[in-house]
């Protein structure tokens, strides 16, 4: 049963702290988003991979997020330093060029105290 | 663990009932809808999708009718099951790799 897998499904930090969030795309699938949701704002995109190459991280504050793809196993989104408006559910998602069709893992609850 | 807010619409059927679940899109150049179901505590969860050159596609108990004129789009779930009380979100893209997501309805279902 192929899925997206993402660790952890919550953390809680400190205002200040570093926080990694991790993904492993489905195998075979070739782009990789970061969705981000909250109350106020809803899904919103984030960063976008396309075999492993950021095509579009506008949607992040570049001062204290990071999104990279070590391997194509592999996303992370990075959070230095953390801040109680970043209190959110981080998504990923990937999917196959010419298939707009998104697969979300179950996401990651993050919660900046 | 709940996922989305508490000031979304909500739909409220009957067990059995057909529901209908509108939304309005902003973009006349999105050739590409989808309509994704998210339950409490889990990702959104593609349901069906549509492209601009169709204006009525068929799933199983689920159907997706698109109206360009208004720029439209409605899913309707026949037979609504328990099971099917979720936040319902329309998602369109203009061709690009972005998909761009509705606010959201949450669909609640007495037994």
């Known amino acids: 049963d192929a899925r997206v897998t993402q660790t952890p499904r919550h953390k809680v930090t400190e205002m200040g702290q570093e926080v990694t969030m991790r993904c492993q795309p489905i195998?075979?699938?070739?782009?990789v988003f970061w969705y981000r949701q909250t109350m106020m704002q809803g899904l919103e995109l984030l960063a976008y991979f396309r075999n492993r190459a950021p095509l579009d991280d506008s949607g992040m504050p570049k001062d204290r997020f990071s999104a990279e793809m070590p391997d194509a196993t592999l996303a992370t989104l990075k959070i230095q330093p953390s801040e109680p408006r970043d209190s959110a559910v981080y998504f990923c998602?990937?999917?196959?060029?010419?298939?707009?069709?998104?697969?979300f893992g179950q996401g990651t609850r993050l919660t900046v105290v | 663990g709940e996922s989305v807010g508490l000031h979304l619409p909500t739909l409220s059927v009957q067990e059995g009932d057909n529901s209908i679940i509108n939304c309005a899109y902003s973009?006349?150049?999105?050739?590409?809808f989808i309509w994704y179901k998210q339950e409490s505590g889990k990702g959104p969860q593609f349901i069906i999708d549509i492209r601009s050159n169709m204006d009525k596609r068929q799933g199983q108990r689920v159907t997706v009718l698109l109206n360009k004129t208004v720029k439209h789009l409605s899913l309707q779930i026949a037979a609504t099951q328990p099971g099917d009380s979720a936040v319902y979100f329309c998602?369109?893209?203009?061709?690009?790799?972005?998909?761009?997501f509705g606010s959201g309805t949450r669909l609640l279902v007495r037994p």
């Open positions: 973009n006349s150049a999105s050739d590409y």
């Open positions: 998602a369109e893209n203009d061709g690009s790799y972005k998909l761009i």
């Open positions: 195998l075979g699938h070739n782009t």
């Open positions: 998602a990937s999917g196959t060029r010419g298939n707009t069709e998104a697969f």
